[in-house]
């Protein structure tokens, strides 16, 4: 069952190009259809040459990663951070915006930045699904903001049902 929170994880069937070996987090799934973050593609770039308004803390961190193949020229910041002020909850135990300023540049659970996402139209990704194009996997916070997950990260979840322990504030 789709849910934000969940990952797919790309089948070696998935013929697109744009998915190969990938793996993406669900964000939001409706009746409008479906958004999602592909996650491991990281980009070797620090988040100050994107973010323009960047805490000092966290500019020469490399916490950026290839989001998606849909506007690529936007961005979207995720952190596992419930506390930080002004901060909203997204889903398993992520949360998007608030101040970054107060972020700790070595909490694990710091900023990644996303660049462009993903999007499925209604009904497309469960028919994706159907002809097993893409497996489900439940959503761990350490692969989302795990700023060098890539391949290996695919060859992990594309070969296990349940790689890791639930998210949650852990």
Not at 11 to 39: C, Q, Y
């Amino acid at each position: 069952m789709i849910t934000p929170g969940i990952l797919l994880v790309a089948s070696p069937l998935l013929g697109d190009p744009n998915f190969a070996r990938t793996v993406a987090f669900v964000l939001e799934h409706n009746e409008h259809g479906t958004l999602g973050l592909i996650v491991n593609r990281p980009l070797d770039i620090a988040l100050g040459d994107l973010w323009s308004s960047c805490p000092p803390s966290l500019r020469g961190l490399h916490r950026c990663a290839d989001g998606g193949p849909v506007e690529r020229d936007k961005g979207l910041i995720l952190h596992g951070i419930q506390d930080l002020p002004g901060s909203l909850p997204l889903c398993a135990g992520l949360a998007v915006g608030g101040d970054a300023a107060q972020a700790d540049p070595h909490d694990p659970l710091a900023p990644r930045l996303f660049l462009g996402h993903s999007g499925w139209s209604p009904g497309q990704l469960d028919a994706e699904i159907a002809t097993g194009s893409w497996l489900l996997r439940p959503g761990h916070r350490r692969f989302v903001l795990d700023p060098q997950a890539g391949e290996e990260l695919w060859d992990e979840l594309a070969r296990t049902e349940d790689p890791a322990p639930p998210l949650g504030n852990n």
